[in-house]
């Protein structure tokens, strides 16, 4: 472990933590990657504004979660034969805690640029929930830091490894098996692990093939003129559920496979992104069953990304694909506003700090850039040591970045300059 940065400003920028909800799921308490402080930093490498950097061993792409002052990391061995839960003093950077979530004689395959420890634990209500895809789910009270229920009966072949995030709702865990050899969704209560439904895909994938059955994509949970959904991307087709029961709302079809992306609400469309297919389309979440004839308003198939999750920033969505090509489009009706080339692959997705967007590479490259709808404006370009599989978090003003080989806190001790 190292420390670089010892200043006021970091004792400010502490601080400021309980200012904000705290980072408790994938992509943020707004599931949209949207920070609520918009004083992060901008510019940082491994010499400057680096307030620790602490060592992790292993390998997995999940995203920090925070409670209070510890950081969660689920993590896994590169065999995948232990999956553990790391708690970290968000201070100090110290792991205090390396918790044996479950031990697995014999691993299945996952394909070497995934990790058995991709998907981003969920936090709420003084509970932790932590998930490795088929081979278990666990809920560790967060006061006694003891794992209270565990579940591995819930069967799914992911053929290239484990991608899919826990979501919480309204006391109940969802989860999402999107494999080669099964497709469905399961509802748990949170407290107990019970099932409270479990729900079949019932898409017309029009191939036997499983390879073109996968997904690995985190639902998101919308409501939308008084109905709440559960919108879940699948290969082929995405889905609207009825939360509380399971019960099929509606399906718009867009072909595809291997969707990662989290679906985005906003304006009152959803948008999706597809990976393969139509790539990205807005919908409007109305009507019940097909409503791909009827409600997709707009598509989006050059330059789309397949893994990173867009941000939306005013009326514009902005994003970046797996190559590096950023872009900005309207909302509302789709229109290109720009779209540019710059450098790098990605994998981990877009965090929104005010008009500021960042966009960590897989190399160790982090882009700051303007959310402005005329032009794409790179505010700075920021390096470490090692890349980002795993999408940023943020407590306070500060940001709480996971590479390949490390967890860094990377905070500006000077005041912040708005036009910098």
């Not at 510019?43 to 209070?68: F, H, L, M, Q, Y």
């Not at 040591?385 to 905070?411: F, Q």
Request: hydrophobic share 35%; proline share 5%.
């Amino acid at each position: 472990m190292t420390f670089i940065l010892q200043s006021l400003g970091t004792k400010e920028a502490i601080a400021h933590e309980t200012l904000h909800p705290s980072w408790n799921q994938f992509r943020g308490p707004t599931a949209n990657g949207k920070s609520l402080s918009q004083q992060l930093p901008i510019r940082w490498d491994e010499t400057k504004n680096i307030c620790w950097k602490t060592a992790i061993s292993g390998k997995a792409w999940s995203s920090p979660v925070i409670s209070g002052n510890t950081i969660w990391l689920s993590n896994a061995t590169e065999d995948g034969r232990r999956l553990s839960l790391l708690a970290i003093d968000t201070k100090t950077g110290h792991i205090r805690k390396d918790i044996i979530v479950f031990e697995i004689d014999d691993p299945m395959f996952c394909h070497p640029f995934n990790s058995y420890a991709s998907p981003t634990p969920a936090l709420a209500n003084g509970f932790l929930w932590v998930h490795y895809g088929s081979a278990g789910t666990a809920c560790l009270d967060l006061e006694t830091e003891q794992i209270i229920w565990t579940r591995q009966d819930l069967p799914c072949d992911h053929h290239r490894g484990p991608g899919s995030s826990p979501i919480f709702f309204d006391g109940a865990i969802f989860l999402t098996f999107d494999g080669f050899d099964q497709q469905y969704l399961a509802c748990l209560d949170a407290k107990t692990g019970e099932t409270i439904w479990r729900t079949d895909r019932s898409i017309n994938y029009g191939s036997d093939n499983g390879d073109f059955k996968k997904a690995y994509s985190t639902p998101t949970i919308i409501t939308h003129n008084n109905r709440t959904q559960l919108i879940s991307p699948a290969a082929v087709a995405t889905v609207a559920y009825d939360p509380h029961n399971g019960q099929e709302l509606w399906t718009v079809y867009h072909g595809g496979f291997n969707a990662a992306a989290r679906p985005l609400y906003s304006h009152g469309l959803v948008i999706l992104c597809t990976a393969k297919g139509d790539r990205l389309l807005a919908v409007r979440p109305d009507g019940k069953g097909d409503i791909t004839k009827q409600q997709v308003v707009w598509k989006f198939g050059k330059s789309a990304p397949t893994r990173p999750s867009q941000s939306v920033v005013a009326d514009q969505l902005y994003m970046v694909s797996d190559t590096g090509i950023f872009s900005c489009i309207d909302i509302e009706t789709g229109d290109v506003r720009w779209s540019e080339r710059h450098s790098g692959r990605y994998s981990a997705s877009l965090v929104s700090s005010g008009q500021r967007l960042y966009a960590c590479d897989e190399d160790g490259g982090c882009v700051v850039f303007q959310a402005n709808p005329e032009s794409f404006e790179v505010i700075s370009e920021n390096t470490l040591d090692s890349g980002c599989m795993a999408s940023p978090a943020v407590i306070g003003n500060d940001l709480i970045i996971r590479t390949k080989s490390h967890l860094y806190r990377i905070s500006s001790p000077e005041p912040f300059d708005n036009k910098s």
